[in-house]
């Protein structure tokens, strides 16, 4: 059973467009973790949000925790192809197992 | 700072044969996790050392085994392969075996089982 509901699963866009990508659980987290990825490449951590309604910025990355900790969302303004990736959220729910969902593939064309 | 570091990066082994898996945490961490992530999916929970112990492990059965040295590297053991056994094995190290550690993953080793 998958913790974490990822959408969309995948996101051809174009250089310039902005973009949201979303994370869902039925479970509340202590905190949530958002990844990218590049093939042949572990997860590199671009955030974690502890608090709920927290919102964090990393440039032109935007991510929120949902008020009741079940949900983050994932917002990118003006994508460039650099941004390609997965992109994965994870979170502990208890123990010391990360938690991961399936992954929202992001491809930006120029 | 030295990153966290896998060998080998591929590896190609037929069903029935054993493999191992190494992982040397980044400098100052003492906890490593290791993770399997199977072709579009996401990183799944295999189990965790601290102190070299088992600190915690998810649903996958014993032929998975792991060690941790004193030099806080490890190993992950696969007995009797199967073909399901194919993918990329992330290792992650973090610093004190405690919930919600920040955890930081090395680039991974390509497991292909025939």
């Known amino acids: 059973t998958q913790l974490l509901e990822q959408s969309p699963q995948f996101l051809s866009i174009q250089e310039g467009e902005n973009l949201t990508v979303y994370c869902n659980s039925s479970?509340?987290?202590?905190?949530l973790q958002w990844y990218r990825q590049e093939p042949g490449e572990g997860p590199v951590l671009l955030v974690t949000v502890v608090t709920g309604g927290e919102v964090k910025k990393l440039k032109r990355l935007t991510f929120q925790f949902g008020d009741a900790r079940k949900d983050s969302s994932l917002h990118i303004t003006a994508a460039q192809p650099g941004d390609t990736g997965l992109y994965l959220c994870?979170?502990?729910?208890?123990?010391?197992?990360?938690?991961f969902g399936k992954g929202t593939s992001l491809l930006v064309t120029p | 700072e030295t990153g966290v570091t896998q060998s080998p990066t591929h590896l190609i082994k037929t069903r029935g044969q054993q493999v191992t898996l190494r992982c040397s945490s980044q400098?100052?961490?003492?906890?490593v996790s290791w993770y399997q992530q199977a072709l579009g999916q996401g990183p799944q929970f295999i189990f965790q050392y601290y102190r070299e112990e088992e600190n915690g492990r998810g649903n996958f059965p014993p032929r998975f085994s792991g060690l941790q040295f004193p030099n806080y590297s490890s190993e992950l053991n696969v007995n009797a392969l199967e073909l399901d056994d194919s993918a990329l094995y992330l290792c992650?190290?973090?610093?004190?075996?405690?919930?919600?550690?920040?955890?930081?993953f090395g680039p991974g080793t390509r497991l292909t089982v025939l």
């Open positions: 400098s100052g961490h003492n906890t």
């Open positions: 992650a190290s973090s610093f004190s075996g405690g919930v919600a550690d920040t955890q930081y």
């Open positions: 479970s509340v987290f202590s905190s």
């Open positions: 994870a979170g502990y729910n208890s123990g010391y197992a990360l938690n």
